[in-house]
């Protein structure tokens, strides 16, 4: 079954105690992102990557690190959560037809709902 | 860069009755326009997208969405809605070109019976 995979699906944590976040996807997609719902904001991008090795900055970076190092998974780790850092997290893949930008369905994780404390 | 702004945070309706959930957006290149939905602790599910061609786009299960460039708007249609379609709209813009995806804040459908 095509799917996007994020573990784990509910965290608790304390304020400075490092965590990742795990994404997985067995559709053989290039493009992959992490993004974070809050009430009233929506989905915001945090990073997206067009391939291995190839990552960028979505709208909202800052606390956040990726990683894609294999094309299947793409982690998502916060060095030193904040308080701030509270969200639901959805991870997602698509294809990326070479020049076309990300035109193709995104397909979305399950999610995994962090709370700082 | 782009902008998405969803006009209304809440749209009660009664089942059966016609339902349109408003989107605009600002650009200064192309775009590709979506509409994903998400049920209750689910995941977003794409309903619908468009990238060219023909304005009017629609879903299998009957959604519909124009493409108006002038007004850049996408709003999102349903001429029935039915008691399973509450759940949380969002559209979606990303640029031609470009690799980022803006998100609306998101439309909750409630329908009533």
């Known amino acids: 079954e095509a799917q996007v995979t994020q573990n784990p699906r509910y965290l608790i944590t304390v304020t400075g105690k490092k965590l990742t976040v795990t994404c997985s996807q067995n559709?053989?997609?290039?493009?992959m992102s992490w993004y974070r719902q809050d009430p009233g904001l929506g989905l915001r991008q945090i990073y997206y990557?067009?391939?291995?090795?190839?990552?960028d900055k979505g709208d909202v970076p800052e606390g956040y690190k990726v990683s894609r190092k294999e094309k299947r998974n793409f982690p998502l780790i916060l060095e030193s959560p904040s308080p701030n850092q509270t969200s639901l997290y959805f991870c997602?893949?698509?294809?990326?037809?070479?020049?076309?930008?990300?035109?193709?369905?995104?397909?979305f994780g399950p999610g995994t709902r962090l709370l700082v404390l | 860069a782009q902008s998405v702004t969803q006009l209304d945070s809440q749209v009660p309706v009664f089942e059966e009755a016609p339902v349109e959930l408003r989107c605009n957006y600002s650009?200064?290149?192309?775009?590709?326009l979506f509409w994903y939905v998400q049920y209750p602790n689910q995941g977003l599910q794409l309903l619908l997208k468009?990238?060219?061609?023909?304005?009017l786009v629609e879903s299998i299960n009957g959604f519909e969405a124009e493409f108006n460039k002038s007004q850049t708007s996408f709003h999102l249609r349903k001429p029935s809605v039915h008691i399973s379609d509450t759940a949380e709209y969002f559209c979606?813009?990303?640029?031609?070109?470009?690799?980022?995806?803006?998100f609306g804040a998101g439309t909750r459908l409630f329908v009533k019976a």
């Open positions: 559709m053989n997609h290039e493009y």
């Open positions: 990557s067009m391939n291995v090795e190839v990552t």
């Open positions: 997602a893949s698509s294809l990326l037809p070479s020049g076309t930008g990300p035109r193709e369905t995104q397909y």
């Open positions: 468009y990238l060219s061609g023909s304005t």
């Open positions: 650009s200064s290149v192309s775009v590709y």
């Open positions: 979606a813009v990303s640029g031609v070109g470009g690799f980022k995806t803006i």
